[in-house]
């Protein structure tokens, strides 16, 4: 079964975070990940640039309205998601506990309903 976990965490800058702890964390998700990989259950992982990169679009009235910024106003982002193929939930929630997100943020364990395949829809099962 394929479990999405979303990071969830505060909106911060660079600057308030500090390039020591910008290298520590990154240092830890490279080893969250090559840990995932070696375990063979990494699907794939991204980390996504902040919130105030993002475009918005949704529909009105069938015509697009294109704002800059994220959809929700929040404080906190979703940071980045990571793919995992696990037996169980349990098992998702053993992998999430380790996530590095986990002591900063919120980590979001999310089932997969489908994916593609080659461009196909497929069951996540």
């Not at 990169?53 to 979703?78: C, H, N, W």
Request: glycine share 8%; no cysteine; hydrophobic share 40%.
């Amino acid at each position: 079964m394929r479990y999405m976990l979303l990071f969830h965490y505060s909106e911060e800058t660079d600057e308030s975070i500090g390039e020591e702890a910008i290298a520590a964390g990154m240092r830890a998700f490279a080893a969250y990940a090559a840990t995932l990989a070696q375990a063979g259950v990494l699907v794939s992982g991204q980390v996504l640039q902040p919130s105030t990169t993002s475009t918005t679009l949704t529909l009105v009235d069938g015509e697009p309205r294109i704002q800059d910024g994220p959809f929700a106003d929040t404080k906190e982002q979703l940071g980045g998601v990571i793919v995992i193929d696990v037996p169980d939930l349990d098992t998702a929630l053993e992998w999430a506990r380790q996530a590095p997100p986990a002591s900063w943020g919120t980590v979001e364990i999310r089932p997969g309903a489908v994916h593609i395949v080659n461009g196909t829809w497929a069951p996540s099962s």
